[in-house]
């Protein structure tokens, strides 16, 4: 509990209290010695409120405490007390801040802080990647770095987003930026030479691709061959069954290097803007559906169309619808959905009610070769590339793939298109 003002300065006002009563009964003019001792004590804390104030302006130093007691004497105390508090704590900021300065300092990547309004407020020596140096301080970053991508990066005030682009300094250089909220009002722009890794990427995409060119010729030369063998009268029966499993397996081989070639080419054509047709998804699935030899149910819940490349949205629907017959028991019950989800959704929803993918299975499966049930797939003559594809053509249409599903219930795999109103 705080001692009260009249506890602390009890010995004072007994002293003053003491004076008027000397004063008042030695001369009988109790008023004069009121009006004296009141004064006296006035003139002093006046006094020591100055005393104080010097202090105070003087930077309240350690070996200049006024020497007072009471009341004063507990102020002082106390300003001392806030004053080493805070101290300790500019002190551990400052400790902090050149701690976390010397980490970004020898950070592998540039890192640019940037304050609300997106001015520099420092950066590391690798941001010379980006052309920022020490002097450019102060100076907003979309009028160093003029691209409309980064100018949209820092506007979407998205944590952790992405992007690619050219350095400035250097067009043969490539940078991944990312943006990092510290705080409510300051970000870390970090950025990444991402070169040699889109280098090793491309080199990876070609070699595939080409590859892929290489065998699809002499596969269709073995394939024919091995058909028009098959296909003989004087076939010996001991060689009938060899010849069957060498042609299903060239057939399997020529599905992947199908397969492989429709990935490299999604690759490598980004844009898909030029190529972009409007396509009514009644038609689509309706196409896909009448090739089939098993009976799906199709809800279409809305007329409105997709703007992109109808041969991939076709081979989108194709695929997944495939699988779910593929992946389910003989006559289970598969429907197909084209709804509007919220203001600027258009999904399209295949579900089947088979058994259903483990839990464990679900992240991994649009990545390329990846199977769940290895079996089932193998029997099928799955590629194992379906769903990369699947993920790919909805990436270049703007859209999200996303796969629910339950052990002994079944799978939903949702395809939801953004609409541009
Ligand atoms: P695959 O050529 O093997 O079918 P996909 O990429 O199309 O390759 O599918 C990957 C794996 O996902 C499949 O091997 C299968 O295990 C699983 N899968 C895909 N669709 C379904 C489904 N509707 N039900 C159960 N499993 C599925």
């Keep these: 509990m705080k001692p009260s003002i009249l506890s602390i300065e009890k010995w004072r006002i007994v002293s003053v209290i003491f004076v008027i009563l ?25 006094y020591k409120t100055y005393q104080f104030y010097t202090w105070v302006i003087n930077g309240t130093g350690q070996n200049n405490v006024p020497d007072s007691d009471g009341i004063w ?3 002082n105390y106390q300003v001392l007390q806030d004053k080493n508090k805070s101290s300790s704590r500019k002190k551990r900021m400052n400790a902090l801040l050149k701690r976390s300065q010397s980490i970004l300092k020898g950070f592998p990547y540039a890192a640019i802080v940037l304050n609300q309004n997106n001015e520099v407020d420092w950066s590391n020596s690798k941001s010379v990647l980006l052309n920022i140096v020490k002097n450019d301080r102060g100076q907003c970053i979309n009028n160093l770095i003029r691209s409309p991508k980064l100018y949209k990066l820092l506007n979407a005030n998205e944590d952790g987003s992405e992007i690619e682009i050219e350095s400035p300094k250097d067009s043969s250089i490539q940078l991944l930026l ?4 510290i705080g409510a009002n300051s970000k870390l722009l970090i950025a990444r030479d991402i070169t040699q890794r889109n280098k090793t990427l491309e080199m990876r995409k070609s070699f595939i691709s080409n590859a892929s060119h290489e065998l699809r010729t002499p596969l269709t030369v073995i394939s024919g061959y091995l058909e028009m063998i098959k296909e003989d009268k004087n076939l010996p029966k001991s060689l009938s069954t060899p010849i069957d499993t060498a042609y299903e397996q060239t057939k399997r081989m020529q599905n992947i290097i199908e397969d492989l070639l429709t990935l490299s080419r999604l690759e490598s054509t980004d844009d898909i803007q030029d190529i972009s047709t409007s396509i009514n998804m009644e038609k689509v699935i309706n196409h896909v559906c009448q090739d089939l030899n098993q009976v799906v149910t199709v809800e279409i819940n809305t007329d409105e169309v997709i703007v992109g490349v109808e041969t991939e949205v076709i081979s989108l629907c194709a695929n997944l619808i495939q699988n779910a017959i593929f992946y389910t028991p003989k006559g289970t019950k598969i429907i197909v959905r084209w709804y509007a989800n919220g203001g600027n959704k258009l999904c399209l929803d295949i579900q ?9 299975h679900l992240a991994h499966l649009t990545q390329r070769f990846y199977r769940a049930d290895k079996g089932r797939s193998k029997e099928q003559g799955g590629t194992g590339l379906g769903l990369a ?12 793939l996303t796969i629910d599903s339950k052990v002994g219930s079944g799978s939903t795999f949702k395809v939801c298109f953004l609409v541009n109103n």
């Design 22 to 46: 000397v004063g008042g009964l030695l001369t009988d003019a109790w008023l004069i010695s009121i009006a004296f001792s009141l004064f006296g004590y006035i003139v002093w804390m006046y």
């Design 73 to 75: 004497d507990k102020i």
């Design 178 to 181: 990312k943006i990092i909220t």
């Design 352 to 360: 089947d009610f088979g058994k259903g993918i483990p839990n464990k």
């Design 389 to 400: 594809i699947v993920s790919h053509i909805a990436q270049r249409h703007n859209a999200v």
